[in-house]
């Protein structure tokens, strides 16, 4: 059975690719910081729990370790847990912005570093959240999109890099999103993204032959760009 490691797995896109993998047969492992968090996720999913903070590098190899210690293996890495903050770059305080770069890229970094070996093992499939804000200006959001530009270009040279050992990467590059880390926008939900959007773009990304690699996908708001 394929099996695959998500960190932020608790809630909002990483929750939602988790039911969806589960769905398709993956066994899972679910990341995440809160333990209450994980327990609520894992209701109706065969899925192990890792409590891990993606700022830390001992806990960014425990998870990898725990997940293949578990399931025997890995054949997809999804990099979910993130941070974002809001605030002018005139404003963004040196902890804001140490914050989001360390979970955002950071964490993706080592937990993908560790991961790499079994992955090759598996030909598996790294896959990166990252953000339309990584891909244009986004006042307001400019530490955040900085950190995501950054996990743009670290998955694209991982795409390269690992080509001939069958190991593809993308970033999924949304728009806001129907999560509680948009909340703060005030935009309807309704009117938002859906995270099992992002989810069924994974599943695509997953049924793709090996020859085809995408390494970036950017998923606009009907009617605005961000």
Partial sequence: MPSALITGGSSGIGLAIARMLGAEGYSLTLAGRQLDRLETARDGLDAAIVVANVSSEDDCARVVDEHVATHGGLDVLVNS??????????????????????????????????????????KGYVINLASIAGTLPTPGLGAYGASKAALIALTRTLDREEADAGVRATAICPAFVDTQMAAWTGIPGEEMIAPEDCAEVVRALLRLSPYARIPVVVIERAGESV
């Avoid at 847990?81 to 970094?109: C, E, M, P, Y």
């Fill in 81 to 122: 847990a993130g941070v974002g903050i809001a605030g002018t770059l005139a404003d963004t305080s040196v902890k804001a912005w140490d914050l989001q770069l360390a979970v955002n890229l950071r964490g993706a970094f080592l937990v993908t570093q560790a991961a790499l070996p079994h992955l090759r093992s598996t």
